[in-house]
């Protein structure tokens, strides 16, 4: 499903990016380009970023860094 249309990004993009080491809302921002236009999405894209961190943090997948989980 697509989270940002400026961009095309899409949910499987921001787990992927959290999986690949993003460890926050600010970083999938910063490496995928998600809710730099109209903005209209960052709502939306914060909560992949929580749900993914989260199902990362009950240990589903490992993460580079999960000691700085952000709840953005
Ligand atoms: S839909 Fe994401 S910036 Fe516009």
């Known amino acids: ?7 095309g990004v899409t949910d499987g993009q921001i ?6 080491g993003c460890c926050s809302y600010r970083d999938v921002r910063e490496s995928l380009g998600v809710a730099t236009q109209c ?4 709502c939306l894209a914060k909560q992949v970023v929580r749900d993914t961190l989260s199902e990362v943090q009950s240990g589903h997948a490992a993460l580079a ?4 989980f952000v709840a953005a």
């Not at 787990?15 to 690949?20: G, M, Q, S, V, W």
Request: charged share 20%; glycine share 4%; proline share 0%.
């Open 65 to 68: 860094c999960q000691a700085s």
């Open 15 to 20: 787990r992927e990016a959290i999986y690949e």
């Open 39 to 42: 903005g209209k999405c960052a």
């Open 1 to 7: 499903m697509y989270v940002c249309l400026c961009q």
